[in-house]
């Protein structure tokens, strides 16, 4: 989690080595999943930084964001 950002964070499985991002149910009643999903994206970034991949695509339908 970000600290100036309690809405949103990137919860992590080292077993696997996946990730998923979590949006609070509060903001979820004011944007879209997919509208959610593409302004966490530097999240996915981070995660996958860390090492961790996102085993479901985004809303551009990219799971990788970076080249690594």
Do not use: V, W
Request: aromatic share 4%; hydrophobic share 35%; charged share 30%.
């Amino acid at each position: 989690m970000i600290e100036d950002e309690k809405n949103f964070r990137i919860d992590t499985c080292d077993a696997c080595g996946s990730y998923i991002k979590t949006i609070e149910a509060g903001l979820m009643n004011e944007l879209n999943p997919d509208i959610s999903d593409l302004i966490s994206l530097h999240l996915d970034i981070i995660a996958q930084d860390k090492g961790y991949r996102r085993n479901s695509p985004n809303p551009l339908g990219m799971k990788r964001i970076l080249n690594t």
